[in-house]
């Protein structure tokens, strides 16, 4: 690529995977309803300015292949040539080739090799194409396709973002100069604010490719599924939305391998709740055989909530290893992901009813709504969302059943968990009054026993040191503005 090219990269990255998105989509429209006019047109435009660009900045295999999925969707245009299976099969292999050469564009600077793509799509389609140039051709029908190139339909940041943020640092600069510190701190956090809204992405970035995954993942089981996919507007920190993809495909090979058996539907819902997001992945097979989950795990427990565990750790009830699953790591490897980034992930199931696995999901990595505590001579930080209530109560409340300490609040025993203790902190200081934090963990209450509570607020999180990324006890780390530093605990890791 030229030098007087390569600022050019970045965009045409985006925007090639833009198209290529939109060729994938076109085509799983088409191959269910084979004249479908606008998924014809659609593939047709983007083949054509994908062409164009490519050729543009010097990937000619690149735009040779598009070029020749345009020249076949022209015969399709016609009428000369038509949708079958097999064509199918043959443009969404050229699809991934196309995919794969973006990639190593991005990574390398080269494009893939694709004439092998390129020859066998002409033996199939029957198109003459010859490199990536201007085709020519007779006319048949009228044309409807422009010349031009489509508009980029996003950007990383919006120019309203910018202008906003530039607006704040102005104020900031003037506030700094007048020595307006109350000013300048409030104008701080409105700058990281929109920081923040500038990272947020919505979740449809990963789940735009599912369909295809679906597509392909029941074929390749000869089964018939369907995929729905609701409020995929959702905003989640790009952080987080990077890393969905791994822990999804998982539940939805899941799904296609083990919860369907011939026909059905899946479907994936994401919404807010709180101060969370979650993803739903809901399907309407089988649902979980939780006694060849307890057979397979050697054990003879009926608790779902014990093979619930047991179904997350690794094992597998599949009688064969296949393309799909069949190898007992998929469910580990999504508990693992989605806790990584500050969430959770349940299942919920009924033999002969379906299965659905639901993912609460920070909504931003950087801000948490928190409670500062004090155990010892140190402090702590829990997040507000997991926090059910504060209550005190006299120490001769608690009781003690076997190894556990538990106290009784509304009825209920709530476990309790010494964090003087459970972090080498000391004795909790003598006083009769006992403070609690009590948090909700997927549903059951659990009592934090802390020394002082100070305030809550707004607090921006950062990963944990890599000293304690195994100490599943805590989520990540805070600067309180004093120049301390309080790691945030992870109530679900202290069970």
């Known amino acids: ?178 020595k307006q510190y109350e000013q300048l701190d409030k104008l701080v956090d409105s700058m990281h604010y929109q920081l923040m809204k500038a990272r947020a992405v919505p979740v449809k970035m990963v789940l735009d490719h599912f369909p295809r995954a679906v597509r392909d993942l029941a074929k390749a089981e000869n089964k018939e599924i369907e995929l729905e996919i609701i409020g995929a507007e959702l905003e989640l920190d790009r952080s987080i939305v990077d890393r969905l993809d791994e822990p999804l495909i998982h539940i939805i090979r899941n799904a296609v391998s083990h919860g369907i058996q011939k026909a059905g539907k899946i479907t994936i819902t994401a919404k807010s709740e709180k101060d969370c997001g979650v993803i739903e992945v809901a399907d309407n097979g089988t649902g979980i055989d939780w006694a060849a989950v307890a057979k397979k795990a050697g054990v003879e427990t009926t608790d779902q909530g014990a093979l619930t565990k047991l179904l997350f750790s690794g094992i597998s009830t599949s009688e064969q290893v296949t393309q799909v699953s069949g190898r007992g790591v998929g469910l580990s490897v999504v508990k693992k992901t989605v806790e990584g980034f500050g969430g959770s992930v349940e299942v919920f199931s009924t033999e002969g009813k379906g299965t659905t696995f639901v993912l609460k999901l920070p909504l931003t990595m950087a801000i948490i709504k928190s409670l500062l505590v004090g155990v010892g001579e140190n402090r702590y930080v829990i997040a507000a969302s997991s926090i059910d209530r504060i209550v005190k109560i006299a120490s001769r409340d608690i009781k003690k059943t076997a190894d556990i300490e538990a106290f009784i609040l509304e009825e209920k025993e709530i476990p309790l968990v010494w964090l003087s203790q459970k972090f080498g902190e000391g004795n909790v200081n003598g006083t009769s009054k006992i403070t609690i934090v009590v948090c909700q963990i997927d549903g059951e209450p659990l009592g934090l026993v802390v020394d002082k509570v100070f305030d809550t607020k707004d607090m921006i999180i950062k990963p944990v040191p890599k000293i304690l990324k195994k100490n599943i006890s805590f989520s990540g780390v805070t600067n309180l503005g004093d120049g301390q530093s309080a790691l945030v605990i992870n109530p679900r890791g202290l069970l």
């Not at 970045?10 to 998105?21: A, G, H, I, N, V």
């Not at 092998?116 to 396709?145: F, H, N």
């Open 1 to 178: 690529m030229a030098d007087d090219l390569s600022q050019y990269k970045d965009l045409y990255l985006q925007t090639s995977r833009e198209y290529l998105q939109s060729l994938n989509t076109a085509l799983l429209k088409l191959e269910k309803a084979p004249t479908d006019g606008e998924a014809i047109e659609e593939i047709f435009r983007s083949a054509h300015t994908l062409k164009s660009q490519s050729s543009a900045m010097g990937y000619i295999n690149t735009g040779y292949l598009c070029h020749t999925i345009e020249d076949v969707f022209y015969e399709i245009k016609q009428g000369n040539i038509s949708v079958d299976p097999q064509l199918a099969d043959q443009l969404f292999s050229a699809f991934d080739a196309l995919t794969r050469s973006v990639d190593r564009i991005d990574k390398e600077g080269l494009e893939a090799d694709l004439l092998g793509q390129i020859d066998t799509l002409k033996k199939i389609s029957g198109v003459k194409t010859e490199g990536a140039g201007k085709s020519i051709r007779q006319e048949t029908k009228p044309s409807t396709t422009s010349e031009t190139t489509t508009e980029i339909k996003a950007i990383p940041v919006k120019v309203t973002q910018l202008d906003e943020m530039l607006n704040i640092l102005e104020e900031m600069v003037v506030a700094r100069l007048g």
